[in-house]
Nanobody, 114 residues
Framework: QVQLVESGGGLVQAGGSLRLSCVVSGRTSSINVMGWYRQAPGKQREWVARITSNGSTNYADSVKGRFTISRDNAKNTVCLQMSSLKPEDTAVYYC????????WGKGTLVTVSS
């Protein structure tokens, strides 16, 4: 069983920064890929970024160069540093991993005002 709990969301002005964190509990040592997704109001959930256990990262084109995903295997955390935020980044952000099943956190709301 794996549980994910996100934190760090909030209200920020355009151009600002936020750092999201995801604490992972359970059998985390076997989890290879972890990632972040987001879902804006009225839209489908979309992939944002992912990181493997050896630190390899990938980003959606919409956030490349602005967001940075990181992982601390010792602390069982995955973070998403978001900079140069835009109003279109407003969404609920979800932490995700696959460990036989898809596991999701409950999400944290990020609101970017113009």
């Amino acid at each position: 069983q794996v549980q994910l709990v996100e934190s760090g969301g909030g209200l920020v002005q355009a151009g600002g920064s936020l750092r999201l964190s995801c604490v992972v509990s359970g059998r985390t040592s076997s989890i290879n890929v972890m990632g972040w997704y987001r879902q804006a109001p009225g839209k489908q959930r979309e992939w944002v970024a992912r990181i493997t256990s050896n630190g390899s990262t990938n980003y959606a084109d919409s956030v490349k160069g602005r967001f940075t995903i990181s992982r601390d295997n010792a602390k069982n955390t995955v973070c998403l540093q978001m900079s140069s935020l835009k109003p279109e980044d407003t969404a609920v952000y979800y932490c995700h991993c696959f460990y036989g099943l898809d596991y999701w956190g409950k999400g944290t709301l990020v609101t970017v005002s113009s």
